[in-house]
């Protein structure tokens, strides 16, 4: 019998071309040009405002290295689970085409 390993396994995170794959992916709908994409371990955290107060409009939480689940962000600004998994161009497309009023500008 062999003995499991003692390296603990590497947790996944996103990265830079993530954040640059989701941004180019929204420039491509100029009323969106008010949303930016943050990056923090394994999510990608789509926000508008000032960034020291931003304003979470939805994420993506990497599940495995191409998928990714849906967040969004209640009234309160707390983080709930969509039954939406996939690649990150598919979410992200399925956000804007299905979820589009999530993403308005708030004033």
Same mark, same amino acid.
């Given at each position: 019998?062999?003995?499991?390993?003692?390296? #603990?396994? $590497? #947790?996944?995170? %996103? $990265?830079?071309?993530? *954040?640059?794959?989701?941004?180019? !992916?929204?420039?491509? !709908?100029?009323?969106? %040009?008010?949303?930016?994409?943050?990056?923090? &371990? %394994?999510?990608?955290?789509?926000?508008?405002?000032?960034?020291?107060?931003?304003?979470?409009? %939805?994420?993506?939480?990497?599940?495995?290295?191409?998928?990714?689940?849906?967040?969004? &962000?209640?009234?309160?600004?707390?983080?709930?689970?969509?039954? !939406?998994?996939?690649?990150? =161009? =598919?979410?992200?497309?399925?956000?804007?085409?299905? !979820?589009?009023?999530?993403?308005?500008?708030? *004033?």
């Amino acid at each position: 019998m062999s003995r499991p390993s003692k390296t #603990p396994s $590497t #947790p996944l995170a %996103a $990265t830079d071309d993530d *954040v640059r794959g989701v941004e180019a !992916f929204l420039r491509r !709908f100029p009323e969106l %040009a008010h949303l930016r994409v943050r990056r923090r &371990a %394994a999510l990608l955290t789509l926000e508008s405002g000032d960034p020291s107060d931003p304003l979470p409009h %939805a994420r993506l939480r990497r599940l495995a290295a191409k998928i990714w689940q849906l967040e969004m &962000a209640n009234h309160m600004g707390r983080w709930q689970p969509t039954p !939406f998994r996939g690649q990150r =161009d =598919d979410l992200v497309e399925a956000l804007i085409g299905n !979820f589009g009023w999530t993403l308005v500008e708030r *004033v």
